[in-house]
């Protein structure tokens, strides 16, 4: 079974530019979730989608964006980068459907971004 | 605001048993407490949740207060394989909520 795959791996941006990341989710899991993950801050809550609704987001401002499409995979973009957004921006899926009980999350390799 | 605190390090010798410790003061009575751990250069892993009572799986055991304002994570036997940073996390549905983090050093 093939797990969540994330690309791409690397990837360097100038300040102002924008990015896109994407995410390929276990095959039959339809929550995809996105999470930074920097030195200082650790590892922060983006958003997360479940049949191509959004359903939670973190507290990051609107420049972070992200949607999913109808085969479960999600695409995050940053706009307008900044410094502070360099990071490894993880996206894990789930089979969770609903109710607080979020199950295991499983998180794919990443992908690290560097702004300069 | 959710808050998870746990000790930022900790050192274990291989073969001997670890307990991790966290405390989820905020804690509210439907969240599960989950446990994940990240080694170096991969995303988090698995490791086990639970709510309320005890829980045990192939790779450790959860053993969860009664007030549930802490948990600790127990590893039977420590491996140098099981060397990595371990997050204690309070999970609000779909929104997990990551603690700081306890960097785990197993000695050979």
């Known amino acids: 079974k093939a797990g969540v795959t994330q690309t791409p791996r690397y990837l360097i941006k100038t300040r102002g530019q924008q990015v896109t990341l994407s995410c390929s989710p276990i095959s039959g899991h339809r929550s995809v979730s996105w999470y930074q993950q920097t030195p200082g801050q650790g590892l922060q809550f983006l958003f997360e989608?479940?049949?191509?609704?959004?359903?939670n987001k973190g507290n990051f401002p609107g420049r972070f964006s992200g949607r999913q499409f109808s085969n479960s995979r999600s695409e995050m973009n940053v706009s307008t980068l900044e410094l502070g957004d360099s990071a490894l921006y993880l996206c894990?899926?789930?089979?969770?459907?609903?109710?607080?009980?979020?199950?295991?999350?499983?998180f794919g390799e990443g992908s690290r971004l560097t702004v300069l | 605001d959710a808050k998870t605190t746990q000790p930022n390090s900790m050192e274990s010798n291989e073969e001997e048993p670890v307990h991790l410790p966290c405390n989820h003061s905020t804690i509210s009575g439907t969240d599960y407490i989950h446990w994940y751990r990240q080694l170096p250069s991969q995303g988090p892993e698995y490791v086990i949740h639970g709510l309320t009572s005890n829980v045990n799986n192939r790779m450790a055991s959860l053993a969860i207060a009664e007030d549930r304002k802490s948990s600790t994570l127990i590893l039977h036997r420590a491996t140098l394989r099981d060397a990595a940073v371990y997050y204690c996390i309070q999970d609000y549905g779909q929104n997990f909520v990551f603690g700081p983090g306890t960097r785990l050093s197993v000695l050979p």
């Open positions: 894990a899926s789930s089979l969770a459907v609903a109710g607080t009980n979020t199950g295991e999350l499983f």
């Open positions: 989608y479940f049949s191509e609704t959004q359903r």
